[in-house]
């Protein structure tokens, strides 16, 4: 079953375009949603929650449509964003009271089982909350109600390395049953080394790639080679940079010759994003 599914979403801004954005996400997994700055994620994830209007496109989640079922599947998705500050002025325990009636499903035990395992203090204000604390509070009302998709909009940026750790492996503990799916956008591409199960990249408002992790990797490889080589293969590359040697440079596998006699490597994230960054720069 598909835990979330969008189809061919388009939103245009002034100076920014979505355009047919289309991926899913198999119930039970993890899957990093990366991009540059800039690059569109926050916008689908608003598009996804409805938080936005959007030109066209369709998004369905745990089967249903949203667009018809919004107020019923709102119950079944915990959101979280790193950079809002909401209600900053209340104790944690009053906003919980708040947010709780809103929920059909709402588990006082499962909500104190959380505010144990994240350390929350309730006596705490929002605002005295460190942003690591923030998203395990809003982890946790997703949880106490039951959500069985959570969609975090860079839940890690801000965290320092141990604390993104331990909210990294909370997120696979809670996909380990199969029944919780979470879409989380990053750019730190170590988070998803350790943990996504899926990787969906966005740039320039258009999904590059969407696939398992191994899978996703095994599309690309890193050219090494002399600038005599570099003649070569150029007009295959991704996109290259030179230096005193000779060339390195991205290219797709099924575009690379073997005979060519390039020295190729399996990139990781982080290079696959450095060269597509490149690409509208191509041949610098
Ligand atoms: N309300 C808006 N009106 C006009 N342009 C907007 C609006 N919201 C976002 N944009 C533009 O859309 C583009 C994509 O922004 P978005 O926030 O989706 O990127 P992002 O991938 O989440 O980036 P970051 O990693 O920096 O958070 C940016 O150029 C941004 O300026």
């Given at each position: 079953?598909?835990?979330?599914?969008?189809?061919?979403l388009?939103?245009?801004?002034?100076?920014?375009?979505?355009?047919?954005?289309?991926?899913?996400?198999?119930?039970?997994?993890?899957?990093?949603?990366?991009?540059?700055?800039?690059?569109?994620k926050t916008?689908?994830?608003?598009?996804?929650?409805n938080?936005i209007?959007?030109?066209?496109?369709?998004?369905?989640?745990?089967?249903?449509?949203?667009?018809?079922?919004?107020?019923?599947l709102?119950?079944e998705?915990?959101?979280?964003?790193?950079?809002?500050?909401f209600?900053t002025r209340?104790?944690?325990?009053?906003?919980?009271?708040?947010?709780?009636?809103?929920?059909?499903?709402?588990?006082?035990?499962?909500?104190?089982?959380?505010v144990?395992?994240?350390?929350l203090?309730?006596?705490?204000k929002i605002?005295?909350?460190?942003?690591?604390?923030?998203?395990?509070?809003?982890?946790?009302?997703?949880?106490?109600?039951?959500?069985?998709?959570?969609?975090?909009?860079?839940?890690?940026?801000?965290?320092d390395?141990?604390?993104?750790?331990?909210?990294l492996?909370?997120?696979?503990?809670?996909?380990?049953?199969?029944?919780?799916?979470?879409?989380f956008s990053?750019?730190?591409?170590s988070?998803?080394?350790?943990?996504?199960?899926?990787?969906?990249?966005?740039?320039?408002?258009?999904i590059?790639?969407?696939?398992?992790?191994?899978?996703f990797?095994d599309?690309?490889?890193?050219?090494?080679?002399?600038?005599?080589?570099?003649?070569?293969?150029?007009?295959q590359?991704?996109?290259?940079?030179?230096?005193s040697?000779?060339?390195?440079g991205?290219?797709h596998?099924?575009?690379?010759d073997?005979s060519?006699?390039?020295k190729?490597?399996v990139?990781?994230?982080?290079?696959?994003?450095i060269?597509?960054?490149?690409?509208?720069?191509?041949?610098v």
């Amino acid at each position: 079953m598909l835990a979330l599914e969008i189809k061919n979403l388009n939103k245009k801004y002034e100076h920014f375009e979505l355009k047919d954005v289309s991926f899913q996400l198999e119930k039970g997994y993890i899957m990093g949603f990366i991009g540059a700055n800039g690059a569109g994620k926050t916008t689908t994830i608003k598009s996804i929650l409805n938080l936005i209007h959007v030109d066209s496109g369709e998004i369905h989640i745990l089967g249903k449509n949203m667009a018809t079922h919004e107020l019923e599947l709102k119950q079944e998705i915990g959101s979280a964003f790193g950079d809002i500050n909401f209600y900053t002025r209340s104790k944690i325990k009053k906003l919980t009271n708040v947010i709780k009636a809103f929920y059909h499903n709402w588990d006082d035990q499962t909500y104190a089982k959380y505010v144990k395992k994240f350390n929350l203090i309730e006596d705490k204000k929002i605002a005295e909350l460190s942003t690591g604390m923030r998203v395990k509070y809003s982890l946790a009302l997703a949880l106490s109600h039951g959500a069985k998709l959570l969609i975090l909009d860079e839940p890690t940026s801000g965290l320092d390395p141990v604390a993104r750790d331990n909210l990294l492996d909370t997120f696979q503990e809670l996909v380990k049953d199969g029944e919780i799916s979470i879409l989380f956008s990053t750019h730190i591409t170590s988070d998803l080394e350790k943990c996504a199960d899926y990787i969906t990249y966005i740039h320039n408002g258009q999904i590059i790639n969407s696939s398992e992790k191994e899978e996703f990797i095994d599309t690309y490889r890193l050219l090494n080679g002399s600038n005599d080589q570099l003649d070569l293969v150029k007009d295959q590359l991704i996109s290259y940079k030179t230096n005193s040697f000779g060339f390195t440079g991205l290219i797709h596998t099924k575009d690379f010759d073997p005979s060519w006699g390039v020295k190729s490597t399996v990139p990781n994230l982080e290079e696959i994003m450095i060269y597509f960054s490149k690409k509208e720069e191509k041949y610098v």
